[in-house]
């Protein structure tokens, strides 16, 4: 009752329910950032080649995208992508999405949007003393793509793992959410 509980190849993987909508407040809101799969596995498996690590950390990810489509509340969805190239559009849709759009404060926060941007990369670098993991773009907004460049060579290749995430999402919410990363 209280467990999700997944089967993938013979392996139970047990959820926390927490993402279950139907015990929320009628009024709660989900704000979902997706970042291209193909850099999420990259930079996640960056240490081994080994098919069980990147196909679990695809199968969490598949799953977070169907929780996303199952929510049957009020949502938006951020890309991280937009997030990164295009910070001032993607924060004020996310601010009129939450009904927290205040002119002057958001001009205020465009003004000192570089030194948000320093203090976020500190705390995702490790920097700061909250920790955190290494960044390999260091904000370089030419560097979104690095994982992928990067890749070792006996990594899964972007078709094969293209493949194995609309085995597990299907094609429509694939393309519904990934037709652009191509």
Known sequence: DSQII????????????????????KDIKMVFVLRDYREGIYRNILSSNEEEQWQDFLLGYSN?????????????????????LHPEVTIKNLLLFMNDFDEQKYTKFLKNMDWHKERSLEL?????????????T???LSKL???RKHRRKDFPSEIKLRDCLIE???EE????????SK
């Open 6 to 25: 997944l089967e993938h190849q013979g392996r139970r993987i047990v959820l926390d329910p927490v993402w279950r909508h139907d015990l929320f407040a």
């Open 64 to 84: 977070t995208i169907k929780q996303y489509e199952e929510f049957e509340r009020s949502k938006i969805l951020i890309r991280y992508e937009d997030l990164i």
């Open 124 to 136: 995702y670098t490790g920097s700061s003393k909250w920790g955190g993991k290494t960044s390999y």
């Open 138 to 140: 260091k904000g370089d």
């Open 145 to 147: 793509d690095f994982h």
């Open 168 to 170: 597990a999402i299907g």
């Open 173 to 180: 919410i694939f393309s519904k959410h990934f037709e652009r």
